[in-house]
């Protein structure tokens, strides 16, 4: 591990204008590792910006700084050059108003569903009887009842995603970082997944950043798609996705638009591009 080099000539402060209607402004970003064995430009001129309410995914060939551009998002990872704002305010270090759901669910192993999603609260000094209002809505939300007791353990794959995805939103986060949180599950497990993240983002309207491999998985939630190029990552194409919000499976799937949108993303990944 080693930090990225930062430029401190690097511009700060706010930004007027069209920063303000962003949730996430991504401008000209260029992200730069150097360890003793080796130098690494991980992204280079990467600027967007994803409108409140957006939910963007993002694709790429393996190792093209998607994590990265996550980090940088969430403040744990400072550019080298250019900024990141959030809501218009430049992101200078670790943000607490975010929703971040990684690959694993990383749920301690002596504390139930309940109390895994309540350690959010706790970090955060959430008022008692708000947070357990909160947790019992989000567990209705995600299809948990009956299994707020269970230890990480008793449950499967799929719900501890869930668990981990109720954590993330227990303080309604205006902005969701979610990298491949869908990697490691069953076809069919990350199906029914899909949908029920659709069905939440439209009731919570978070704004959505989603690095996936899988491009149906990323044409079927997103309103647009981020294609990245090789390292150091680019952004090769944004492209819309024009589909209702709301979005049955089998429908989506086999809509005109969807093979459409899903055809360009893998003419630009080419075929040996690391997606499903
Ligand atoms: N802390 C670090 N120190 C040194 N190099 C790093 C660090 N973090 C990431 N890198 C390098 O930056 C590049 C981009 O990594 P990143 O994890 O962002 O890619 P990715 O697109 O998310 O990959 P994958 O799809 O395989 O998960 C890689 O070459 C990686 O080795």
């Given at each position: 591990m080693s930090k990225p080099e930062t430029d401190s000539t690097t511009a700060s402060g706010r930004d007027p204008g069209p920063a303000e209607q962003a949730a996430v402004r991504i401008d000209e970003v260029a992200v730069r590792f150097r360890t003793r064995k080796r130098d690494v430009t991980?992204?280079?001129?990467v600027s967007l910006d994803v409108p409140m309410g957006e939910f963007v995914a993002i694709v790429g060939p393996s190792g093209c700084g998607k994590s990265t551009l996550l980090k940088m998002v969430a403040g744990l990872l400072k550019p080298t050059t250019g900024t990141v704002r959030l809501n218009g305010e430049k992101v200078a270090g670790p943000r607490h108003d975010i929703g971040y759901v990684f690959?694993?669910?990383?749920?301690?192993?002596?504390?139930?569903a309940r109390r895994n999603i309540l350690l959010q609260a706790e970090m955060r000094r959430m008022p008692g009887e708000q947070a357990r209002r909160r947790t019992a809505e989000l567990i209705e939300m995600t299809g948990l009842s009956g299994f707020e007791d269970a230890l990480p353990h008793e449950l499967s794959g799929g719900m501890q995603q869930r668990v981990a995805l109720c954590r993330a939103l227990l303080h309604e986060p205006p902005v969701l970082l979610m990298d491949?949180?869908?990697?490691?599950?069953d076809a069919l497990t990350r199906e029914q997944l899909n949908i029920e993240m659709n069905r939440i983002w439209r009731t919570t309207r978070t704004t959505v950043l989603l690095v996936t491999h899988s491009i149906p998985e990323a044409v079927f939630l997103a309103n647009r798609v981020v294609v990245m190029s090789d390292?150091?990552?680019?952004?090769r194409e944004i492209i819309d996705v024009?589909?209702?919000?709301e979005r049955e499976y089998a429908a989506t799937l086999a809509m005109p638009e969807f093979a459409s949108v899903a055809g360009r993303i893998r003419e630009l990944l080419g075929a040996g591009a690391a997606v499903e």
């Open positions: 991980a992204l280079r001129e690959q694993r669910a990383a749920l301690l192993e002596w504390r139930s491949e949180p869908f990697g490691a599950l390292r150091p990552g680019t952004i024009d589909l209702p919000a």
